[in-house]
């Protein structure tokens, strides 16, 4: 083999770890942000992002730019890159679309659910009765998205799914915040519970109704937070 052939061979290996590395990086700011331990207007600084992570300067500036084009960081001029501030208008504007596309998703998941779908809701709800029990905010909120998103599938209609998937994933931050109100943890598992038992019932009217319950009452906690 030629020099030239070695390099050739060798550029989709390293062009996969740098995208390794990149979203290694993205998952960890992300998950930072997401949780607050990056604070709303804080300005982030690479090099301490890069000997946090263990990770290089490039793969750490293209996962912020990447967080940048998602609206979770914002580039203020001869500062740097900040995390976006909290914003009640930014959160009143996704529950909004939340409203009306989830009330048609879980009729939809009611109408056409699998035992298969069942059973993977029935597991997350487990986990969730763990997560209340140990108190545990972020498995929670990761398990309050997955529930959602297990809706999302059962309702057999991917393009559907695809828009509630993209609106939980600028929720996420929300969710944590909501979830670190005391007793809330036990109110969206009661919540899942009771929805989880209309969709098996194929109540799809009882479903929308239970739905759009579950997110005022995520609005008015975050009023009380934010």
């Known amino acids: 083999m030629t020099l030239l052939q070695t390099a050739r061979s060798s550029t989709p290996a390293r062009a996969t770890a740098a995208a390794s590395l990149a979203e290694q990086a993205y998952a960890f700011v992300k998950r930072e942000i997401i949780t607050m331990r990056l604070r709303p207007s804080e300005v982030l600084n690479e090099a301490e992002l890069m000997a946090l992570t263990g990770i290089g300067r490039t793969p750490v500036h293209q996962a912020l730019h990447r967080l940048v084009h998602e609206g979770m960081l914002t580039i203020m001029p001869r500062k740097g890159i900040m995390v976006r501030p909290v914003s009640l208008d930014d959160v009143l504007a996704i529950i909004d679309v939340r409203l009306v596309n989830e009330s048609y998703c879980v009729e939809l998941a009611a109408r056409h659910a699998q035992q298969h779908d069942y059973d993977a809701m029935q597991a997350l709800l487990d986990r969730s009765a763990v997560c209340v029990a140990a108190h545990d905010i972020e498995g ?56 989880f038992d209309l969709l098996r019932k194929r109540d799809a009217e009882g479903a929308r109704q239970s739905v759009q319950k579950h997110i005022e009452a995520f609005r008015a906690t975050l009023f009380n937070r934010i």
Do not use: C, K, T
């Not at 393009?159 to 929720?171: N, T, Y």
């Open 140 to 195: 929670m909120m990761d398990i309050d998205r997955e529930f959602h998103l297990a809706i999302s599938a059962a309702s057999r209609n991917p393009v559907l799914a695809d828009i509630l998937r993209g609106l939980h994933e600028r929720s996420l931050r929300f969710w944590f915040i909501s979830l670190s109100e005391p007793h809330h943890l036990e109110d969206v598992h009661e919540e899942h519970l009771e929805l």
